[in-house]
């Protein structure tokens, strides 16, 4: 697949030349995991086509932080990449991607050179802030049917409006809690006609 270079056309001609330039693209298949916790970072990724899922492990349980949506980086790899620290997150592939990878020997020279290429990253801080103040709204204020319902909705419209192919225990690590505690409640949702379920496929069927 050819990427797209208007993808970046928020960033000076310049800049975006030398990018291409000095940046691999790579196709990844879904389901590769593309960066563990405590790996040395060595690119930055920016998502041109696909899905990237970014989490974190507690005790053998994950904990879902954010997706990389296309035109999207991952701030947590930024951040270790100028710091020279080992990566605190793992990120895998949801859907087959196209990912444009960045040597992170480039990025001071960059930044320092070219601040437009900031705001990539102060956006990107601004959105996982906003996403991570809506998610402590949901765990005070929501029950787990709309919390579960709301984590369905947004990867379905992640997703093209396809159907979901998850299995329970994946959605209850992305959610930190327990298989039982999703199979009940979707069941509930299906009984309330908010969702679907067929062939380990769900579906979303009416708004809340």
Request: overall charge negative; charged content about 25%.
């Amino acid at each position: 697949m050819n990427p797209d270079k208007n993808i970046l056309s928020f960033l000076k001609p310049e800049l975006v030349e030398k990018i291409w330039e000095q940046s691999a693209v790579q196709e990844i298949p879904k389901g590769t995991e593309i960066l563990r916790e405590e790996q040395s970072v060595k690119v930055l990724p920016i998502v041109l086509n696909g899905l990237v899922k970014v989490y974190s492990r507690f005790d053998e349980k994950e904990l879902l932080l954010y997706y990389i949506e296309p035109a999207q980086s991952c701030v947590m790899t930024f951040y270790a990449a100028l710091k020279n620290t080992p990566s605190k997150v793992f990120a895998s592939t949801e859907e087959d991607s196209t990912v444009l990878l960045i040597p992170v020997g480039l990025l001071p020279d960059w930044l320092k050179e070219y601040p437009d290429f900031n705001e990539l990253f102060y956006n990107q801080f601004n959105l996982r802030y906003s996403e991570l103040l809506d998610t402590i709204g949901h765990l005070l204020l929501d029950k787990m049917d709309k919390r579960l319902y709301d984590h369905l909705h947004k990867k379905w419209e992640l997703t093209g409006g396809n159907g979901i192919k998850m299995s329970h225990s994946q959605i209850a690590n992305e959610l930190g809690t327990a298989r039982e505690v999703v199979t009940r409640v979707l069941k509930k949702l299906e009984m309330d006609g908010k969702v679907s379920q067929n062939s380990g496929e769900i579906k979303i069927i009416t708004s809340w």
